[in-house]
């Protein structure tokens, strides 16, 4: 009986580790969508913005 709690509490802690790897994968993933975004976000609007200041090199 004690080697099968042992066992079962060995099961339930690799569980649990896995449930807290699934949660901090999926904000990662989240995270990374998030700031690909906002990185091709802000190189266009750097793009955008420095076509329109080109004519100001010409000075």
Same mark, same amino acid.
Request: aromatic residues 12%.
């Given at each position: 009986?004690?080697? =099968?709690?042992?066992? #079962?509490? *060995?099961? !339930?802690?690799?569980?649990? &580790?896995?449930?807290?790897?699934?949660? %901090?994968?999926?904000? =990662?993933?989240?995270? #990374?969508? *998030?700031? !690909?975004?906002?990185?091709? &976000?802000?190189?266009?609007?750097?793009? %955008?913005?420095?076509?329109?200041?080109?004519?100001?090199?010409?000075?």
């Amino acid at each position: 009986m004690q080697t =099968l709690l042992k066992v #079962l509490g *060995i099961i !339930a802690l690799i569980w649990i &580790g896995f449930m807290v790897l699934g949660v %901090v994968f999926k904000f =990662l993933i989240w995270a #990374l969508v *998030i700031g !690909a975004a906002v990185f091709v &976000g802000s190189a266009a609007y750097a793009a %955008v913005k420095s076509k329109s200041d080109r004519h100001a090199l010409d000075r």
